[in-house]
């Protein structure tokens, strides 16, 4: 059975649960290293990427996340892409190295400037309109030549995969449109 793990650490955590139960898919909430056993993918969510990735290190998650990158499917939206990245932009924050990009905290504003938009994003090979919600958002500065830009706003990237790995900018599950962690479970299956 595919049973996908969410980070619970700080976030909004609850709300990627609904998501994946709109696609009937079990879920397991992440606080300690041994809740990764038996996952087939991770979903890192939104929150305080300085706060979540002191925790990762308190709960003795951070390798163990990084062991499970090697071989199963990860997912970031807004912090947890930070995370994710190869440079968080932010000394207080350790990223954790599974994505080849560069990010720029709040790039796309502060708690004041939040917005919803509608990008064009390639889904599962198709182009799509796919509506997205930007809360103090990080900004892709720069991505290597593995990294696969799926969508972009003003030139940006927003929506990128780099192998199993899936990342955004903004908060997919505070839409009901579930086709973004429909793209994260279609690597399941790759």
């Not at 930070?82 to 000394?91: K, N, Q, T, V």
């Not at 997205?132 to 940006?156: H, K, M, Q, S, Y």
Request: glycine content about 8%; overall charge negative.
């Amino acid at each position: 059975m595919t049973t996908v793990g969410i980070l619970a650490l700080q976030g909004d955590f609850d709300r990627h649960e609904r998501a994946l139960a709109r696609l009937e898919l079990a879920s397991r909430q992440v606080r300690y290293p041994d809740e990764l056993d038996g996952l087939s993918a991770l979903i890192i969510p939104g929150g305080e990427s300085t706060t979540i990735s002191k925790q990762l290190n308190r709960s003795g998650l951070r390798s163990e996340i990084v062991a499970f990158a090697r071989q199963r499917p990860v997912m970031g939206t807004c912090a947890g892409l930070i995370l994710m990245a190869r440079e968080s932009g932010d000394p207080q924050v350790e990223p954790l190295g599974l994505l080849d990009l560069e990010i720029s905290r709040n790039g796309w504003g502060r708690q004041v400037h939040s917005f919803r938009t509608t990008l064009t994003a390639d889904i599962a090979g198709d182009r799509a309109e796919l509506p997205a919600i930007f809360i103090r958002a990080p900004r892709i500065v720069a991505t290597g030549p593995e990294v696969e830009v799926l969508a972009e706003l003003d030139g940006a990237p927003v929506l990128v995969r780099q192998g199993h790995h899936l990342a955004m900018s903004f908060h997919p599950e505070l839409t009901p449109d579930a086709r973004i962690h429909g793209l994260f479970m279609a690597a399941l299956a790759a």
